[in-house]
């Protein structure tokens, strides 16, 4: 099963936790990270990293990341660097719309996560949602972050 991660600033990640439940009941695979006013951005991005390595059951994970400033973003891209080593896929993507997202995790089980990208992509590219899917090469996984 596939493992979803909900990043956010803020409670947003946890609203929309809340908002998946109400939709499909509780969702075993699917857990939050958010960064509150005056945490540390060094343990949010190991939180981030941590969490993506619980969700794992071997079928990847895939991270959604909201678009409220770049703090999100750049933990999760330490901790799709700090996987490349583990045997953990990960993707992430942001800017899709909570709507998108409710119907990828609905076919969840009938889909690789490499689908659930590709399903991202096609509805970006309809007009959608403007989703953006972050490759990280491994050559990329080097350097201080």
Do not use: C, W
Not at 58 to 69: I, Q, R
Not at 120 to 133: M, R
Request: charged share 25%; hydrophobic share 40%.
């Amino acid at each position: 099963m596939i493992g979803i991660l909900l990043v956010s600033h803020g409670k947003m990640a946890e609203g929309m936790k809340d908002s998946i439940e109400l939709i499909m009941g509780e969702v075993e695979q699917l857990n939050t990270v958010s960064l509150v006013a005056g945490e540390d951005i060094e343990q949010f991005k190991l939180e981030v990293l941590n969490k993506t390595i619980e969700l794992d059951t071997g079928d990847g994970v895939l991270v959604y990341v909201d678009l409220f400033g770049a703090s999100p973003y750049n933990a999760t891209q330490y901790a799709s660097r700090e996987l490349v080593d583990k045997n953990i896929e990960m993707k992430v993507l942001t800017g899709m719309n909570l709507p998108m997202l409710l119907e990828s995790l609905v076919m969840r089980e009938n889909y690789d996560i490499h689908s659930l990208v590709k399903i991202a992509k096609e509805a970006g590219q309809e007009g959608i949602s403007e989703s953006v899917v972050v490759e990280v090469d491994e050559e990329d996984s080097e350097g201080d972050y």
